[in-house]
């Protein structure tokens, strides 16, 4: 994350328990601790309402879950699940299978990633950003994730940016900036 936006989220008052900097496809967010597998047992619980408010202090509506890549996979899973103020997905994929074949048109029951699937029951609003240039999750993933999206606010279509670089771009903090201060606070 470049450093403008850790300065940026630090002024806002915004706490991120892991930076990219750990893994570049891992959720923001939810990255400390356990694996997966043992995350998604503890969090698939009832208990999950209050994890955040009693751990960090943190309740369901100051949590913006972000997932790069493919990040974005738990981060749908867990937004689909439960309450949070909003989700950012950053060239998010459709579904492993999708990724690796295309021309796949349906979900089947041995991918791993259905994400597809899972993004229309998240009720928070989504900000998708991809780049039109993507060259290892096609933006095609992204414009048909975010036209599943219930709540999908303006989209971020960074022309010309790739996979790795769209934080390079102005529009990118500014998309943000915007999404965070204005939009979710008349949301």
């Known amino acids: 994350m470049a450093k403008s936006t850790k300065d940026w989220l630090k002024k806002n008052h915004i706490k991120v328990s892991a930076w990219p900097s750990q893994s570049p496809h891992r959720p923001y967010l939810l990255t400390r601790g356990p694996t997966i597998k043992q995350r998604r047992h503890r969090l698939s619980n009832v208990r999950q309402k209050c994890f955040f408010n009693l751990r960090y202090g943190v309740t369901p509506e100051n949590i913006i879950l972000y997932g790069q890549s493919i990040g974005t996979v738990p981060t749908i899973d867990l937004a689909a699940r439960y309450e949070c103020a909003a989700v950012i997905l950053h060239s998010p994929l459709m579904s492993g299978l999708r990724v690796a074949f295309p021309d796949t048109r349906k979900t089947y029951c041995f991918d791993a990633f259905p994400s597809i699937d899972k993004v229309s029951k998240v009720a928070s609003p989504v900000l998708v950003i991809h780049g039109t240039e993507d060259e290892v999750i096609d933006f095609s993933h992204g414009l048909a994730m975010y036209e599943r999206c219930p ?37």
């Open 151 to 187: 709540r999908a606010v303006e989209p971020l279509w960074v022309e010309g940016a790739g996979h790795n670089d769209i934080e390079l771009y102005a529009q990118y903090l500014e998309r943000l900036k915007q999404f965070i201060s204005f939009e979710l606070s008349t949301s």
